[in-house]
């Protein structure tokens, strides 16, 4: 059967039908879905890029502003402008800067419940700028703890707040107070030490504070075996430091001595091998107590004559009265200090030498008789 052969005009009609039909169906389209969004966009007023601080203050300077959430909990959303002028950021930062979502008003609505979720959702805002930061939280003991399941682990906001940020070099008594929201137990030890007094009295910025032992934004647990062998070297960087320990007319030798008797040995035994096997021998902590360190002449202290007997005994069960002699108390031996114990060091220093060069005559008279009997 032979195909029927159609007139040209009629392809012809029918290739334009077709392409004014797809025009047609595209525009009708468009136009459906503009009026779908049209019907179901909220009404709210676009606010210009960049979004001034005097546009955001206009609602947020009154301190009455607030925000009520589902669970019954109230949020200030008042900000006080010279505060923020006064931290950190003022000098670099807009409001628009950190809330780059709120640029619309009335401002998106938070999917929020509690007033911990708001803090949690908006402490991400920081990492935009500070991630390397950021990131290191995420490897630190707070962390943990929120992966556990507690959601009242420490974020950004809650250590460095939100607008009134301050450097770390300028807020050092700030940062115990800091901690002490949550480790108030170990706060009160810290501020009756004798480095937390020296702090919170005098300003004292030589001695340490948290984050000096502890770190900033990767803090780890202290009940680790890796931070307990790497607390001896923690402390030495203080007390091993000869120009800081002069001035306060305290020795810079204890790091010395004491890798140098049998406590210390042994730590750095197991430094060498590995950092993961948990170390029985004591460190510095261990005598001289961890938060609450007093000075080595306090009459409270753990580590002066009278007191020294119960802090053997916390290793050494039944150590008699006499236990404490056989340690040098960090003191290196003397004419002054454990005489005995210098005599006989300076004896095998001078003896050790003396028998190796005897040796070597021996032998080498012993070899040169040897030739010249051949």
């Keep these: 059967m032979r195909s029927a052969n159609w007139p040209r005009w009629l392809l012809v009609w029918l290739a334009m039908g077709s392409l004014v039909l797809a ?47 589902p669970s019954g909990e109230t949020i200030s959303l008042y900000s006080d402008p010279a505060v923020f002028r006064r931290s950190v950021h003022g000098d670099k930062l807009n409001c628009a800067d950190c809330h780059v979502r709120n640029q619309t008003v009335p401002h998106p609505s938070l999917n929020v419940v509690t007033a911990r979720d708001f803090h949690r959702a908006e402490y991400e805002l920081c990492k935009r700028c500070h991630f390397e930061n950021y990131t290191r939280t995420l490897d630190s003991m707070h962390f943990d703890v929120v992966a556990a399941g507690n959601p009242f682990a420490p974020v950004c906001t809650d250590c460095h707040t939100a607008h009134s940020v301050t450097r770390l070099t300028e807020s050092r008594v700030q940062i115990a107070k800091t901690c002490s929201q949550c480790h108030s137990t170990i706060y009160n030890d810290y501020v009756e030490s004798v480095h937390g007094s020296a702090l919170q009295s005098e300003g004292n910025p030589d001695v340490p504070v948290c984050t000096t032992c502890h770190g900033v934004h990767n803090i780890q647990s202290a009940t680790t075996a890796t931070f307990r062998l790497a607390s001896v070297d923690m402390c030495a960087q203080c007390h091993a430091n000869k120009e800081l320990m002069d001035k306060y007319g305290i020795s810079s030798n204890v790091l010395k001595t004491y890798l140098n008797d049998f406590h210390g040995k042994t730590v750095g035994f197991y430094q060498k091998q590995s950092s993961q096997v948990w170390a029985e021998t004591p460190v510095c902590f261990d005598c001289h107590g961890v938060h609450n360190i007093t000075r080595v002449d306090d009459p409270n202290s753990p580590v002066i004559k009278e007191n020294l007997l119960p802090t053997c005994r916390q290793c050494h069960a039944d150590a008699g009265a006499n236990f404490p002699s056989a340690w040098l108390s960090h003191y290196e031996p003397s004419l002054q200090k454990a005489p005995i114990v210098f005599f006989v060091k300076e004896y095998y220093r001078f003896l050790i030498p003396l028998m190796i060069v005897g040796l070597i005559m021996h032998i080498s008279l012993d070899l040169w008789r040897l030739a010249r009997n051949r």
């Design 23 to 69: 025009v047609l169906l595209v525009l009708v389209r468009g136009g459906l879905a503009s009026a779908g969004q049209t019907s179901e966009a909220p009404v709210s007023a676009q606010a210009p890029a960049g979004m001034s601080d005097d546009e955001c203050l206009r609602c947020h300077s009154d301190p009455n502003a607030s925000l009520s959430l």
